[in-house]
């Protein structure tokens, strides 16, 4: 039995984009031995702050 493809209507790229975004704070705050600092925080959300 094959699967049916995926209803590309379903699809919803903001809903994804936030899940890799927040997956990826997990993984770096995990990994850290202290809190991340907000410097790193922002550097992970792609934030160009001076």
Do not use: C, F, K, N
């Amino acid at each position: 039995m094959t699967p049916e493809p995926l209803d590309q209507r379903l699809r919803d790229d903001a809903a994804l984009d936030e899940i890799e975004t927040t997956s990826r704070l997990i993984i770096a705050a995990s990994g850290s031995e202290q809190p991340l600092s907000q410097t790193e925080v922002d550097a992970i959300l792609g934030l160009d702050v001076p």
